[in-house]
């Protein structure tokens, strides 16, 4: 059976339908309608998601992250390693180490833990995705303190087709740690340019030095240790450390990942006015 976490979310809907005829079932906090058979769980309650799991299944380990993040995870997968769980996928981050600021040090942890744990492991590292550029956008705009770094963004379904392809194949042959990119990476001017393209209406990057993008995130309802943060983190990121791309979806799925241009073909409606 292959147990899948976070499956109301983007990657997770998009595995489910992935996984097709496979042995499936979704653990959810509320009832949905998941094309799957689902089981109620929480990981704020870990052992909701420990009763599910079973000697030999593949369990996909996926959620948001919040305050209490690192520590369910850990138990989750401490739950799997006491059930039997033949193999762990786990979505994290590029660049995820212990002590690394906001995200990548949560995963960072989780993704420690999960190694050390004895199970057999994957751990999916991508960057940005393509789908979170849907609601930057806002009259004519979107803002980031990146600076010139390309990011080799990725749709979050190519990082639902490389976990569908892990959780079906011989354990042996899906381990290890597996760092996801679109086919190429763009400036942010250069993303700015191709929606303005599709959109058929000009659309603006502005680049900010931290301190001016940490005053427009607190400005936008987030608290102001966490915008400075986030916006010291997108110029870390600015100074080219995503900007290499790898060929892992490819090698993993047997096709290429999804290019910029044909995601934003097809949410051109998507994104807000």
Do not use: K
């Amino acid at each position: 059976m292959i147990v899948v976490t976070g499956a109301t979310g983007t990657i997770g809907r998009a595995l489910i339908g992935s996984l097709g005829g496979e042995d499936v079932v979704a653990v959810v906090r509320r009832p949905a309608d998941l094309g799957c058979r689902y089981v109620l769980g929480d990981f704020d309650r870990p052992e909701t998601i420990a009763r599910v799991l079973s000697p030999g299944d593949r369990l996909f380990l996926n959620s948001s992250l919040w305050p209490g993040f690192t520590g369910a995870h850990r138990a989750v997968i401490d739950a799997a390693r006491e059930a039997g769980v033949a193999h762990v996928v786990t979505v994290s981050v590029r660049g995820a180490a212990p002590g690394a600021p906001l995200g990548g040090g949560m995963h960072g942890d989780v993704d420690a833990h999960l190694r050390a744990s004895g199970l057999p492991w994957s751990v999916l590292q991508p960057v940005g995705f393509m789908q979170n550029l849907l609601a930057e956008v806002r009259d004519g705009h979107f803002h980031g303190s990146y600076g010139p770094g390309p990011v080799g963004y990725i749709d979050a379904r190519d990082v639902a087709a490389v976990a569908a392809a892990l959780l079906t194949r011989p354990v042996a042959e899906a381990g290890g740690d597996h760092v996801l990119t679109g086919p190429d990476a763009r400036t942010h001017e250069e993303i700015a340019a191709a929606i303005s393209a599709v959109l058929r209406r000009p659309v603006a990057y502005v680049d900010l030095p931290v301190p001016a993008m940490a005053a427009h995130l607190a400005g936008q309802g987030m608290p102001a240790d966490a915008a400075h943060r986030l916006a010291a983190l997108m110029a870390e990121v600015g100074d080219g450390r995503w900007a290499t791309t790898t060929t892992t979806v490819e090698d993993i799925t047997g096709r290429p990942p999804r290019s910029l241009t044909r995601f934003l073909a097809e949410h051109a409606t998507a994104f807000l006015p």
